[in-house]
């Protein structure tokens, strides 16, 4: 079966434009194939294939309009017009009752406003884990990567992401076969209090995450004009000055790593495994950053 395993990217200043331009000629040849259809279906004319769409990229590669498409990974482009090819399947999967589910809505075009962006490599793409550690990626370098734990086996592909708070993650598909549970201890008590979370029998405590109130009390300081929760700041007289998309995201951000389950936290109280990436600390001192040393 096919798992994801993500991990925390610290990708450099010059590795951080390689990305944003990527994610620029993959929005651009999103939209390319999602007009030329749209055009064509206006015209009366026949429903463009994947094949055409595929034709109508490489030749737009050599037009001086799009030249600067081949500053990107082939397959990175060819991933875009893959997944609008998907997504017109799963619209026309819907209509015709095929797919289980509510009904899907046709593609639609990929804002360059969207704070969320995301680019995928494919075995094709040659990417590869060097010895280092780090992740390599064609014409954008070898990224600096947190590895919370170890791969299972050699990723198929691999999606990087960028999220609303300015963090990077890579993605990867790896395949595993199902095998059987380890053998645990015996059970163990827990006691739930108020100095600490839980008390275990065999003595062991876990903090209790008193900081999600203050955390909550800082998301709702820079809740934007317009969202749900406004109304009541705004009658209560709260100014909106000096709110930002950036500061909110990253206060989401924070509050959901510091929400990990208790489950998977270490006696200490600090995340561990895949919670442990997301939230692990910058390099510098920045506003998107999640974690903040205690």
């Keep these: 079966m096919q798992l994801r395993y993500n991990y925390r990217l610290y990708p450099t200043s010059g590795q951080r434009a390689a990305l944003a331009r990527a994610f620029g000629c993959a ?4 939209n390319d194939g999602l007009r030329a259809r749209q055009e064509a279906r206006a015209a009366g004319l026949p429903y463009l294939t994947d094949a055409e769409l595929f034709a109508r990229l490489t030749a737009a590669k050599a037009t001086p309009e799009r030249a600067w498409l081949s500053e990107v990974s082939a397959v990175v482009l060819q991933q875009a017009l893959a997944d ?25 075009f990929r804002s360059r406003k969207n704070t969320r962006q995301a680019i995928r490599f494919t075995a094709n793409a040659r990417f590869s884990v060097t010895q280092g550690g780090k992740l390599r990626l064609p014409k954008i370098g070898d990224v600096p990567v947190r590895w919370s734990r170890p791969l299972p086996s050699a990723p198929s592909s691999v999606t990087v992401i ?3 708070a300015g963090r990077y993650f890579a993605s990867f598909v ?8 380890p053998v645990t201890e015996p059970t163990i008590g827990i006691d739930l209090g108020l100095t600490h979370f839980a008390v275990l029998s065999d003595g062991r ?57 208790i489950t998977r936290r270490s006696p200490a109280g600090r ?23 205690r």
């Design 27 to 30: 929005r651009v040849v999103f």
């Design 84 to 108: 609008l090819n998907a997504a017109y399947r799963n619209f026309f999967a819907s209509i015709k009752g095929t797919r289980k589910g509510p009904t899907v809505s046709p593609p639609r």
């Design 162 to 164: 960028m999220d609303p």
């Design 174 to 181: 790896v395949e595993t076969e199902p095998g059987a549970l």
């Design 205 to 261: 405590k876990i903090a209790s995450p008193r900081f999600f109130r203050r955390a909550e009390k800082k998301l709702r300081r820079r809740t934007p004009p317009g969202h749900a929760s406004w109304k009541t700041r705004q009658a209560a007289g709260v100014s909106s000055r000096g709110v930002r998309a950036q500061p909110l995201a990253s206060s989401s951000a924070a509050m959901a790593c510091q929400s990990a389950p």
């Design 271 to 293: 995340p561990r495994g895949q919670a442990a990436a997301a939230c692990a600390p910058r390099r510098r001192r920045s506003p998107a950053c999640c974690h903040r040393s």
